[in-house]
């Protein structure tokens, strides 16, 4: 079945009903499949500590999926239907584990929602499956600036459960070479070729500094370049193009925005900065210097905006659905995810970072930016997401 939604379940059967595993499962399981487009696929025992599916089949199953959910570390997810006392042993088993502060989601499988709730918690679980496999390289300190953007890197790896390795920036300036094997592609707009010649060179560094820690995304801070008369934005709108999430500054919230944005599309997201709200017409113009090209329609080589040196992009994001995504806190337990659209009118201003563009989203979101803002990045992910997003969080995070 096309798109179709798999998860791996414990079915859990009360004693007193001896067919039930025989009798009610198959028929239960096949009409899911076809109704909802989700294949739940038992299995005897927990496959992941990350996340527990529960099928209670009929009712006196509440110990059984208490002393599961006990031996699982991450939420739990509890799958019922209209028969066999089911639902109520549902009801009764997610208060219990609530009460105890587990994350808990009920999925009623007989109701109007349960397609979405199974594609929800399935994208959750896959986002939270590749955010554990993240081997992560932060590369210099964070920008001073960024003072709400540095949770305890120690929390974020036990959250997550990925890998984070510190990095001097030293490591980059060691492995810049003489000459760069690659030049950056495209038109020039006031810098020449040297400069062509300094954005291969830092590219072809932090590649072979990806390759040689084995890093799976990175955020560079940036600006410790500058003193060196380089800049990291071509290199890291050529990296993240090239599948490899690479964000700005140091700035880890971010960096996991654009992790998800990998995983969620195959592709890249765009960082930016808030640079102009407009709460009334739901209107924010988001800019910064780097952009991955399979986002942009067009784009010129320029220098970095805040320091008239080195190379970045000014590029033009394709119009079209977007979800901004801000991940907050010092546990990332809160986040903005809206959706909204890209537009296609151009932006031109020169007191702003290069590469700018105009997302309208809901006038009441737009003013949330300005009334709880989260921090500065944002980063802008191709296609409509907020479901699984918020998903994931609420059931890993928040």
């Known amino acids: 079945m096309k798109n179709e939604v798999v998860l791996p379940v414990i079915i859990l059967a009360s004693p007193l009903h001896k067919d039930a595993l025989a009798g009610v499962a198959p028929p239960l399981l096949e009409r899911v499949r076809e109704r909802h487009g989700a294949r739940l696929d038992p299995t005897p025992a927990l496959?992941?500590?990350?996340?527990?599916?529960?099928?209670?089949?009929?009712?006196?199953?509440?110990?059984?999926?208490?002393e599961l959910a006990d031996r699982s570390l991450g939420p739990v997810v509890i799958l019922c239907h209209s028969a066999h006392n089911s639902?109520?042993?549902a009801m009764e088993t997610t208060a219990a584990l609530q009460a105890r502060g587990r994350r808990t989601r009920l999925v009623y499988l007989d109701g109007p929602f349960a397609a979405d709730e199974l594609r929800v918690i399935a994208g959750a679980a896959a986002l939270a499956d590749a955010f554990a496999r993240q081997r992560i390289g932060l590369i210099g300190q964070p920008s001073p600036w960024l003072v709400?953007?540095?949770?305890?890197?120690?929390?974020?790896?036990?959250?997550?459960?990925?890998?984070?390795?510190?990095?001097?920036?030293?490591?980059?300036?060691?492995?810049?070479?003489e000459n760069a094997s690659e030049l950056p592609p495209g038109?020039?707009?006031?810098?020449?070729?040297?400069?062509?010649?300094?954005g291969g060179r830092v590219q072809a560094a932090l590649s072979r500094l990806t390759k040689d820690r084995r890093l799976t995304a990175l955020s560079i801070a940036c600006f410790g370049l500058l003193p060196y008369g380089m800049t990291a934005c071509w290199a890291l709108a050529d990296l993240a193009g090239r599948g490899i999430p690479a964000g700005c500054e140091g700035d880890l919230p971010s960096l996991l925005a654009l992790i998800a944005a990998q995983e969620l599309t195959g592709g890249p997201g765009f960082l930016a900065n808030p640079a102009h709200i407009d709460a009334k017409a739901g209107r924010v113009l988001l800019a910064h210097c780097t952009a991955p090209l399979p986002l942009l329609s067009s784009y010129k080589l320029r220098t970095h905006f805040e320091s008239g040196l080195g190379l970045a992009v000014e590029g033009t994001l394709k119009p079209g659905?977007?979800?901004?995504?801000?991940?907050?806190?010092?546990?990332l337990e809160q986040a903005f995810l809206v959706e909204g659209a890209v537009l296609s009118e151009r932006v031109d201003r020169e007191d702003l970072c290069?590469?700018?563009?105009?997302?309208?989203?809901?006038?009441?979101?737009?003013?949330r930016m300005l009334e709880r803002p989260l921090g500065n990045h944002h980063v802008l992910i191709p296609g409509r997401h907020r479901?699984?997003?918020?998903?994931?969080?609420e059931l890993f995070l928040a």
């Open 187 to 198: 038109e020039l707009k006031a810098v020449g070729e040297s400069e062509r010649r300094m």
């Open 354 to 367: 290069r590469t700018q563009a105009v997302f309208h989203m809901p006038g009441g979101a737009a003013a």
């Open 148 to 177: 709400a953007s540095s949770p305890p890197p120690a929390a974020v790896e036990r959250l997550l459960g990925l890998t984070l390795e510190r990095i001097e920036l030293g490591e980059v300036l060691s492995r810049v070479p």
């Open 87 to 89: 639902l109520p042993a």
């Open 47 to 66: 496959v992941s500590s990350r996340l527990a599916v529960l099928l209670l089949l009929t009712g006196g199953t509440e110990q059984q999926a208490i």
């Open 387 to 393: 479901a699984v997003l918020q998903g994931y969080h």
């Open 321 to 331: 659905p977007y979800t901004l995504v801000r991940f907050g806190g010092t546990r």
